[in-house]
């Protein structure tokens, strides 16, 4: 098959134009490249705590909260004004409503080894039920 003067042009055209689309595909040794399965993700785990506030400092450069929980364990959070949000009977208040003794619930992160509060939330402290009477009626005998 013999082939003409511009059928040789746009094969040559063709041709040339596909080596930089190669070369591009090919990795440089200059910028290496890393697969995207081993490129690191940073997923932020999310704890909670539940108990009553012991300390509180909401005015300082670094704010924080101390809750004790159930067991008396107390654990210390900071407060970021950009990242914490506080919930009071379920609509958005500012941490100057939080008081020491409220019953919340935080859901924090841990940055830097400190933990950081996304959520406080107050809630209703838990009931504690009455033990029965020790005092019982007489048994009646007939």
């Known amino acids: 098959m013999k082939?003409?003067?511009k059928q040789g042009m746009l094969i040559a055209a063709i041709v040339m134009g596909c080596i930089p689309l190669?070369?591009?595909?090919e990795?440089?040794?200059k910028t290496p490249t890393t697969p995207a399965s081993s490129v690191p993700t940073t997923i932020m785990q999310t704890f909670m705590k539940e108990g009553s506030i012991t300390a509180l400092d909401v005015t300082s450069a670094a704010p924080s909260v101390q809750v004790a929980d159930k067991d008396g364990k107390v654990w210390t959070l900071s407060i970021d004004p950009l990242v914490t949000t506080v919930w009071?009977?379920?609509i958005p208040a500012k941490a100057d409503a939080l008081?020491?003794?409220?019953?919340v619930k935080v859901r924090y992160t841990e940055k830097s080894g400190k933990a950081v509060a996304?959520?406080?939330?107050?809630i209703p402290a838990p009931t504690t039920s009455a033990a029965?009477?020790?005092?019982?009626e007489p048994a009646t005998s007939y």
């Open 3 to 5: 082939h003409t003067h």
């Open 99 to 103: 008081k020491i003794g409220d019953h």
């Open 132 to 136: 029965p009477s020790s005092t019982s």
């Open 118 to 122: 996304k959520s406080i939330q107050l």
């Open 27 to 29: 990795p440089s040794s």
């Open 88 to 90: 009071k009977q379920g």
């Open 22 to 25: 190669v070369q591009a595909a």
